[in-house]
């Protein structure tokens, strides 16, 4: 069962619920036009984007992208000098993307909630796991780089 507990698969299932929300429970509720699928593409490519360039550094670096693994490296580099959680922070984007795409008004709450999900399931244990392997060298890292910037 942990090996489905992972960022990708409850993604997915929040997608899934904005989807059927938007295709059978959208009580006329609207965005309102060109302008939510254009905003909603740019979240979604820009989420993709985002994932894309921390999973390039982790590689870079030889280390996991797995969440419930302890990595090898610290990565500080690239999108990682941002931002200590790029991979959550574009998973973020693209939910709020596909919930405008598809017009999902009513699950805008959905945003909220999975930023939670993500904190509690693996933003917060991951940090504790990086807090005592990389000690020191993690505490100066927390210090200069903000959780979802």
């Known amino acids: 069962m942990r090996k489905l507990d992972l960022p990708p698969v409850w993604l997915f299932g929040a997608v899934v619920v904005a989807w059927t929300q938007a295709s059978w429970y959208s009580f006329n509720l609207s965005f309102g036009g060109a302008w939510s699928d254009f905003l909603g593409g740019l979240l979604v490519g820009g989420g ?8 390039y550094e982790m590689r ?8 419930h693994k302890t ?11 941002r931002s200590r959680n790029p991979i959550y922070l574009g998973d973020v984007l693209i939910l709020a993307g596909f919930i405008l795409r598809f017009d999902a008004v009513v699950s805008l709450p959905l945003i909220p909630v999975f930023v939670w999900i993500l904190e509690k399931r693996f933003v917060i244990p991951e940090e504790g796991r990086m807090r005592r392997e990389f000690r020191a060298d993690w505490g100066r890292y927390e210090q200069k780089t903000r959780r979802w910037a």
Not at 48 to 55: E, F, R, S, V
Not at 71 to 81: A, D, E, N, R
């Open 48 to 55: 993709l984007i985002l994932t894309l360039l921390a999973i």
């Open 60 to 67: 870079r670096h030889s280390t996991t992208v797995i969440p």
């Open 71 to 81: 990595p090898s490296h610290l990565v500080q580099s690239g999108i990682f000098s």
